[in-house]
């Protein structure tokens, strides 16, 4: 069953692939959340309440139509925490029935042997489970000594992949725990991957000491996912910018609870259009709008996607956006003092 599931699901991701690259006047990835409550508090999170009710399931199934309408590919559910909303099975389901991808990240908590086979029911062909540490503390509760269980279940009943991703940076206290956690979903049979944590606007906190050490130990280590496809990050952990082309509110499009457009999680406002009243004109104005955010950009998704459009036109639009000036600071100031230590080399 499992090998029958992921061939389809290799069919349909040959299709994603040649799609986004034959044609730029569609949205790739879409992000949607169904639920803005969590059921974890984690220190470093901006993207959560503890008191949103789940968005109505007849009012999902409408924005879900309407990115099939634009084209869309391939739409992520997140949260929040996707997992509390009461009919998630049938907004998989409902985004399957479109022929798009359908993919979700969570934090496993809520995870049953059921609810697994529930997902495989609905259609579910990725899954993302954020697990910061072993032991869970006052900046993360996603930790491997809580979902382990869940991981072995999911390793045996899942037909739909499954990506184990650690994030350093932002006060993880014990960042050589995202090590032990990798390895454990390599002896899984899962993949593993880590990512930085940004600031409140999307742009980068950069690594130093044994968070650095961790980040490259982690991007030798076993099973890779589509995840670890991300050269952005390499310029990141050295503090250095980017350049390339964003294509957020194009070709990516990440659309909050209120069911409005904005570039990504961290850039609310950024168009701020309500989807259903979202058109190709949008797309084709945003696909040429630069933002100001983009050189130390850490939303991998958003470079993930921006890798089909990088060689294309140039960006001739006016940059939308914020950065912080803190954060520039920081960077200029980190990047000064790996320079200086360099000329003692």
Not at 170 to 188: F, N, W, Y
Request: glycine share 8%.
């Amino acid at each position: 069953m499992k090998t029958s599931s992921r061939l389809k699901s290799y069919y349909r991701e040959f299709k994603f692939l040649a799609k986004g690259v034959i044609s730029t006047e569609h949205p790739i990835l879409a992000h949607i959340i169904p639920m803005r409550r969590c059921n974890l508090a984690c220190g470093y999170c901006n993207e959560y309440d503890d008191v949103s009710k789940p968005v109505p399931t007849e009012e999902m199934f409408r924005r879900i139509d309407k990115l099939a309408e634009l084209g869309n590919t391939a739409i992520i559910i997140s949260g929040g925490e996707p997992l509390m909303h009461p009919e998630l099975e049938k907004l998989i389901a409902r985004i399957r029935q479109h022929g798009m991808l359908a993919a979700m990240i969570t934090n496993g908590y809520l995870l049953t042997q059921e609810r697994i086979q529930a997902l495989n029911a609905a259609g579910l062909e990725y899954m993302q489970i954020s697990i910061d540490n072993i032991n869970p503390d006052d900046i993360s509760k996603k930790s491997l000594k809580v979902l382990d269980k869940k991981l072995v279940w999911l390793s045996e009943l899942a037909d739909f992949k499954v990506n184990i991703n650690s994030v350093v940076g932002g006060g993880i206290k014990s960042p050589q725990d995202a090590l032990t956690i990798g390895k454990r979903a390599v002896e899984l049979g899962l993949s593993s991957s880590i990512g930085i944590i940004h600031d409140g606007l999307g742009t980068l906190t950069p690594l130093q000491g044994v968070e650095r050490d961790v980040y490259f130990q982690m991007k030798n280590l076993g099973k890779k996912g589509h995840t670890r496809v991300n050269g952005f990050q390499k310029n990141l952990v050295d503090g250095k910018p980017n350049n390339w082309r964003c294509r957020a509110g194009a070709r990516y499009l990440y659309i909050c609870e209120d069911g409005l457009v904005h570039y990504c999680s961290q850039q609310r406002g950024y168009p701020g259009k309500p989807l259903a009243e979202y058109t190709r004109e949008d797309i084709k104005r945003e696909y040429d709008t630069k933002k100001k955010c983009a050189s130390y950009c850490t939303i991998a998704c958003v470079h993930q996607v921006g890798a089909f459009d990088n060689w294309r036109k140039p960006q001739t639009l006016a940059s939308k956006g914020m950065v912080k000036s803190t954060s520039v600071k920081a960077i200029k100031n980190f990047y000064q003092i790996e320079r200086s230590y360099s000329s003692f080399d």
